[in-house]
């Protein structure tokens, strides 16, 4: 949970610290409260950056909880600690069934592209670019090429989910010989499909929580109050 405080807290100390003094100062004039001041101030203006750490931290959630899951419990008693991500390992490499893990990791690639599009909804979409022409192609295709060499799995793991299990082993063509989606109906119906996914979510928005309300406080704090030791404090963070 704490592996990663310090980046969030960064990234909230730097919206925070965006917030002008002028509008503190006033406030503090009108005999605002601290907590009126950190409600109706600084977190509206910060909302965006608030948002980016909340998705950041599901996300992170999601996948830093693999580690425990596998060294303590494998996932047991009967899928009860286990999540999606520890799912797919455990299909691919534990049972070798190669067409449920790929059907179970393109059903976890759909959860991440919905918040994905909730980060661009809300934190992206007021970011703009200024370049030059020649330069934005160029930026554009080096991004065209990162994509495709990313997607590159995916398309793989996508193929390999609509195959049989005896294709899957046998043939590396992209291109399934016999469309099935036994894979699919595998994932919904053999494994706790709706379990390991409301585990993934319990977790991470326990992790989400913790980080997001320590983070948001840590960097109030920093910003807004003086106190002895707050330069050391910062160093160790």
Same mark, same amino acid.
């Given at each position: 949970v704490l592996k990663s405080f310090g980046y969030n807290f960064l990234v909230l100390l730097s919206g925070?610290?965006?917030?002008?003094?002028?509008?503190?100062?006033?406030?503090?004039l009108e005999k605002t409260g601290h907590t009126k001041i950190f409600t109706g101030i $600084?977190?509206?203006?910060?909302?965006?950056?608030?948002?980016?750490?909340?998705?950041?931290?599901? $996300?992170?959630?999601?996948?830093?909880? *693999?580690?425990?899951?596998k060294v303590l419990t494998q996932g047991g008693p009967n899928n009860a600690s286990s999540n999606i991500i520890y799912g797919v390992y455990q299909e691919a490499?534990?049972?070798?069934?190669?067409?449920?893990?790929?059907?179970?990791?393109?059903?976890t690639m759909v959860i991440?592209?919905?918040?994905?599009?909730?980060?661009?909804?809300?934190?992206?979409?007021?970011?703009?670019?200024?370049?030059?022409?020649?330069?934005?192609?160029?930026?554009?295709?080096?991004?065209i090429l990162i994509v495709f060499l990313s997607l590159c799995p995916i398309f793989f793991a996508l193929s390999t989910s609509f195959k049989t299990l005896n294709e899957a082993f046998n043939s590396s063509s992209l291109i399934p010989k016999e469309f099935?989606?036994?894979?699919?109906?595998?994932?919904?119906?053999?494994?706790? *499909?709706?379990?390991?996914?409301?585990?993934?979510?319990?977790?991470?928005?326990? $992790?989400?929580?913790?980080?997001?309300i320590t983070g948001v406080l840590a960097a109030y704090s920093f910003v807004f109050f003086e106190y002895k030791g707050k330069n050391f404090m910062y160093f160790i963070l």
């Open positions: 925070m610290s965006s917030v002008s003094d002028e509008l503190i100062e006033a406030a503090k $600084v977190m509206p203006l910060t909302s965006s950056t608030a948002i980016y750490v909340l998705i950041i931290s599901i $996300v992170q959630g999601m996948q830093y909880v *693999f580690t425990p899951i490499f534990t049972f070798y069934n190669t067409g449920k893990a790929s059907a179970l990791s393109i059903l991440f592209l919905i918040l994905l599009y909730l980060e661009f909804k809300y934190v992206e979409k007021e970011s703009t670019m200024k370049t030059e022409r020649r330069t934005e192609m160029i930026w554009h295709a080096v991004l099935t989606t036994a894979a699919y109906a595998n994932v919904l119906q053999k494994i706790p *499909f709706v379990k390991i996914t409301a585990n993934t979510f319990i977790i991470a928005s326990i $992790v989400t929580a913790f980080k997001l």
